[in-house]
């Protein structure tokens, strides 16, 4: 980010990033190779650092210095604070209903197995898939908000 210096408009930035982290996730749930999920996860976390570097900057301008501490702590608990969730559920939902749907017979094997394969960890693959797949949805949604599409034309900026 210090090099490029960020896009010169940043929700358009941010969708973009996000949109290839997220291709990247239904990437890691299609394969079982090392090599590509390798490069899934590095794509991934690659866009990862332009996405919130992003947001942080328009954090920043927009909201005024003596809240910003409160806002970033609020804005930081609350994200934060969904990954124990997230933690609890992915791990039974992977184990207890993607993988059993997965295997050689399960109820997806003959549709979806077609595409990703059945056996041991494609239930994690097409847990990997949805999530992307509605982390996508969630992207195109919210930048048709055109609230959110346009907050740094119309929400002004902070004065120093």
């Known amino acids: 980010m210090n090099i490029w210096g960020g896009g010169k408009r940043l929700i358009p930035t941010i969708v973009t990033f996000n949109l290839l982290g997220e291709i990247a996730i239904i990437m890691a749930g299609f394969s079982t190779e090392v090599p590509l999920l390798a490069f899934a996860a590095f794509s991934f976390f690659f866009t990862t650092p332009i996405v919130t570097s992003s947001f942080q900057t328009i954090w920043q ?15 930081r ?27 050689a017979n399960g109820s997806l094997a003959d549709s979806v197995g077609l595409y990703i394969g059945v056996g041991p960890g494609r239930g994690i693959g097409l847990l990997f898939i949805i999530m992307g797949i509605l982390a996508m949805l969630t992207s195109f949604i919210a930048y048709r908000y055109k609230p ?13």
């Open 61 to 75: 301008k927009k909201v005024a210095p003596e809240v910003q501490g409160r806002v970033f702590a609020i804005r």
């Open 77 to 103: 608990a609350i994200s934060l604070g969904s990954l124990p969730l997230a933690y609890i559920i992915a791990g039974p939902l992977a184990d207890r209903i993607f993988e059993p749907l997965m295997v």
């Open 148 to 160: 959110f599409r346009l907050v740094e034309t119309q929400l002004p900026d902070i004065s120093s």
